[in-house]
């Protein structure tokens, strides 16, 4: 043993002892000396291994399921903890607005702002985490000469990071995206190479309701209640916010947006 590692007890060279040779109570005070010294190691070599190979973090937790009807947000303003954003270039508009045709009177959240292609306007829920679970809202595509396109987010790190699938009244199809590094790509359908999504009836100026489900690296997609298509990518395989998007000069309304864990 490394005699420096030892506590020497004070009174140890007027006693003629060796300090392993002391009083009980000295005795005990070495023996816990030498305890805590070895807890204290294994402590300060955990954390060395922590830092070394990052992963004694605990995962973020999954957020719990949620509804935003929009309705307690003043008009003219976001719900609490949502942030609007954009990826690439343009000032979207996004603002909760009243609405005498929204499933859930009276208050939708809207998107009137215009951008120029190939940029989307983002409105993402800081206050979630997800990894596995489900997004769902509702939409009505109002008016866009380029593009009337509705999507929802999730596993979104930031505006230029995240996955996406969006239906457009205009092109009636829906598709679904990974956007990386603010690069926008489909996703090849389970079953199918190349493509671009599935051509789907996504009637404008009405209600429709969109859904994904998603668990590790597959997803599920869903238009008023019907199952259109499945996709696999594990590009971002941690938990992120989910959201809201839209694209181009779309002006479209959403409400009753729902999401959750697995």
């Known amino acids: 043993m490394n005699r420096s590692l030892v506590e020497i007890p004070p009174n140890a060279k007027h006693l ?9 109570r000295e005795t005990v005070r070495l023996t816990a000396a030498r305890r805590r010294f070895r807890m204290a190691m294994r402590g300060s070599l955990g954390a060395l291994v922590c830092l070394a190979i990052g992963s004694c973090a605990s995962p973020p937790r999954q957020s719990s399921a949620g509804m935003e009807t929009f309705d ?9 903890g949502w942030v609007s954003t954009v990826t690439g270039e343009g000032n979207p508009i996004w603002e909760v607005v009243a609405d005498a045709l929204a499933p859930s009177p009276p208050r939708v959240l809207r998107q009137s702002g215009t951008v120029p292609k190939p940029s989307f306007p983002l409105c993402l829920n800081r206050g979630t985490m997800l990894r596995d679970g489900f997004v769902e809202v509702k939409f009505r595509t109002i008016r866009g000469q380029l593009d009337q396109a509705a999507g929802l987010v999730w596993r979104a790190r930031d ?6 699938c969006r239906a457009n009244a205009l092109e009636d199809n829906v598709v679904l995206y990974k956007v990386e590094n603010g690069k926008r ?13 599935v051509d789907a009836l996504v009637p404008a100026n009405v209600w429709n309701t969109l859904r994904v489900e998603f668990q590790g690296p ?45």
């Open 16 to 24: 003629g002892k060796s300090p392993s040779a002391g009083t009980p």
């Open 72 to 80: 307690a947000t003043a008009e003219g303003r976001l719900p609490a």
């Open 159 to 164: 505006a230029a990071n995240y996955y996406i």
């Open 185 to 197: 790509q489909a996703l090849d359908i389970l079953g199918r190479i190349g493509g671009y999504g």
């Open 218 to 262: 597959r997803f599920a997609v869903s238009l008023n209640g019907q199952r259109l298509f499945e996709v696999e990518d594990s590009t971002f395989a941690e938990a992120g916010n989910v959201g809201l998007w839209t694209k181009a000069d779309s002006v479209v309304a959403f409400d009753d947006f729902r999401y959750g864990p697995r």
